[in-house]
């Protein structure tokens, strides 16, 4: 088995390639050209008796890992430059080249480094694989972590989070609404409904004016954009995992207000899940964490009709009772048409005690409403029959070959 030493304060500990890639929560996992990248997050060590300390570990962050979803082979890609502190809940956009990385909870892990919430914004050149670290003008956003965002006309845009209230001499146009339970540790945070915009043009963060009923502040949720329409769904805010879903237009900016209808079959009140359009009128609505702290491995299609936006219907996906380990925090990405895939996440809640428990979703689960292409189909099934057509596989070209070696060999480590 394939293995990195990793140092710690405890010395030495040997973590497997297979641990590197799949055992993440909180991480990245964006889309680009085809294939699957993934960053960051953290990864929970399982206890050993049940006074053992629960101990979680971030992964580094001068590294990422790329998934090609032809070959569906991983590779690991080594960054130089201005690199970000190890994090979870940060939010990652993909524009041209580059991934931009916004927010996040920072740990204690490196020197100097401080635990807490960031608003920073670092830019990765995937060309080069170069890390700048970004200092735009205008009114800053509050720190916060579990945000979301995405791209629109060379702008990116980012709604929502949990962090510490705003301490601009500003008014800034958003609410912030303390948890009241963060108030004995001296360091208050809370749920905001903050849209910001960064504008890299100008290198500037701006505000966007909205209309229309505005969400109220959350963290956790989900969201995806189709065209010019961004919807949102769920998240938590106060006690409550809620189950509403938004749509913003962001040639109007405005708001539609909560598009959920009561007593209309839909998914369940969630935090922690992935919401990911697979067709211009379909959105994948998977797993996450429900309002009794189960961990969830439902799906759902979220349907837009054919009176417009507001026109949503949700029907349940039935999948195999095998197809994979209840999860949240997880990654989601659409990688081919009607090719979703979900990378990782927790398989119960991280305040839980774990003895001995599986707590990483460690399956990678592909979900194809689309069937795959007829060379892909093939290439699974002489590696299914490996051990009767390995003696076979020269006389296929070259190309071919190496692209099943790959994949037997990842299956090896």
Same mark, same amino acid.
Request: proline residues 8%; contains cysteine; charged residues 20%.
């Given at each position: 088995?394939?293995?990195?030493?990793?140092?710690?304060?405890?010395?030495?500990?040997?973590?497997?390639?297979?641990?590197?890639?799949?055992?993440?929560? =909180?991480?990245?996992?964006?889309?680009?050209?085809?294939?699957?990248?993934?960053?960051?997050?953290?990864?929970?060590?399982?206890?050993?008796?049940?006074?053992?300390?629960?101990?979680?570990?971030?992964?580094?962050?001068?590294?990422?890992?790329?998934?090609?979803?032809?070959?569906?082979?991983?590779?690991?890609?080594?960054?130089?430059?201005?690199?970000?502190?190890?994090?979870? =809940?940060?939010?990652?956009?993909?524009?041209?080249?580059?991934?931009?990385?916004?927010?996040?909870?920072?740990?204690?892990?490196?020197?100097?480094?401080?635990?807490?919430?960031?608003?920073? $914004?670092?830019?990765?050149?995937?060309?080069?694989?170069?890390?700048?670290?970004?200092?735009?003008?205008?009114?800053?956003?509050?720190?916060?972590?579990?945000?979301?965002?995405?791209?629109?006309?060379?702008?990116?845009?980012?709604?929502?989070?949990?962090?510490?209230?705003?301490?601009?001499?500003?008014?800034?146009?958003?609410?912030?609404?303390?948890?009241?339970?963060?108030?004995?540790?001296?360091?208050?945070?809370?749920?905001?409904?903050?849209? %910001?915009?960064?504008?890299?043009?100008?290198?500037?963060?701006?505000?966007?004016?909205?209309?229309?009923?505005?969400?109220?502040?959350?963290?956790?949720?989900?969201?995806?954009?189709?065209?010019?329409?961004?919807?949102?769904?769920?998240?938590?805010?106060?006690?409550?995992?809620?189950?509403?879903?938004?749509?913003?237009?962001?040639?109007?900016?405005?708001?539609?207000? !909560?598009?959920?209808?009561?007593?209309?079959?839909?998914?369940? =009140?969630?935090?922690?899940?992935?919401?990911?359009?697979?067709?211009?009128?379909?959105?994948?609505?998977?797993?996450?964490? !429900?309002?009794?702290?189960? %961990?969830?491995?439902?799906?759902?299609?979220?349907?837009?009709?054919?009176?417009?936006?507001?026109?949503?219907?949700?029907?349940?996906?039935?999948?195999?009772?095998?197809?994979?380990?209840?999860?949240?925090?997880?990654?989601?990405?659409?990688?081919?048409?009607?090719?979703?895939?979900?990378?990782?996440? $927790?398989?119960?809640?991280?305040?839980?005690?774990?003895?001995?428990?599986?707590?990483?979703?460690?399956?990678?689960?592909?979900?194809?409403?689309?069937?795959?292409?007829?060379?892909?189909?093939?290439?699974?099934?002489?590696?299914?029959?490996?051990?009767? $057509?390995?003696?076979?596989?020269?006389?296929?070209?070259?190309?071919?070959?190496?692209?099943?070696?790959?994949?037997?060999?990842?299956?090896?480590?």
């Amino acid at each position: 088995m394939n293995i990195f030493g990793i140092l710690n304060m405890e010395g030495t500990r040997l973590i497997s390639i297979h641990n590197k890639i799949h055992r993440r929560s =909180g991480h990245i996992a964006v889309s680009y050209k085809g294939n699957v990248i993934v960053w960051g997050g953290y990864m929970e060590h399982v206890q050993v008796t049940p006074v053992s300390p629960i101990v979680s570990q971030y992964h580094f962050t001068d590294e990422y890992w790329m998934y090609d979803s032809f070959t569906e082979v991983w590779n690991r890609m080594l960054t130089k430059g201005d690199t970000p502190p190890r994090n979870s =809940g940060s939010c990652g956009i993909i524009m041209d080249h580059y991934l931009y990385i916004f927010g996040g909870y920072h740990g204690e892990e490196e020197p100097g480094s401080m635990e807490g919430n960031s608003n920073q $914004l670092y830019r990765l050149d995937l060309s080069t694989k170069t890390w700048a670290w970004i200092h735009p003008t205008g009114k800053q956003p509050v720190p916060c972590d579990k945000l979301v965002g995405w791209e629109y006309k060379g702008k990116l845009y980012f709604f929502g989070g949990f962090g510490p209230p705003s301490t601009s001499p500003y008014t800034l146009p958003f609410v912030h609404m303390l948890d009241t339970s963060t108030q004995s540790s001296g360091w208050p945070r809370g749920w905001n409904n903050m849209l %910001v915009c960064y504008n890299p043009v100008g290198n500037i963060w701006e505000w966007p004016k909205t209309k229309g009923p505005v969400p109220s502040p959350r963290a956790a949720h989900a969201a995806d954009k189709v065209g010019d329409k961004v919807y949102i769904f769920g998240g938590r805010f106060l006690g409550t995992r809620t189950n509403d879903l938004h749509c913003l237009d962001m040639e109007t900016m405005k708001w539609s207000g !909560n598009l959920t209808k009561p007593f209309e079959p839909g998914p369940v =009140g969630r935090s922690w899940h992935s919401f990911t359009f697979v067709s211009p009128t379909q959105a994948v609505l998977y797993g996450g964490l !429900n309002q009794f702290n189960s %961990v969830l491995n439902d799906c759902w299609m979220m349907h837009i009709g054919p009176e417009g936006p507001y026109d949503i219907s949700w029907t349940e996906v039935p999948l195999p009772y095998d197809h994979g380990e209840p999860r949240c925090f997880h990654g989601a990405c659409l990688v081919a048409p009607g090719e979703l895939v979900l990378h990782s996440g $927790l398989t119960q809640p991280f305040y839980l005690t774990r003895v001995k428990l599986k707590d990483h979703a460690e399956e990678l689960v592909v979900l194809n409403f689309t069937p795959k292409t007829l060379l892909r189909l093939c290439l699974d099934a002489v590696l299914c029959y490996g051990d009767v $057509l390995r003696s076979e596989w020269n006389v296929l070209p070259k190309t071919l070959q190496d692209v099943l070696k790959m994949r037997l060999e990842q299956w090896e480590i």
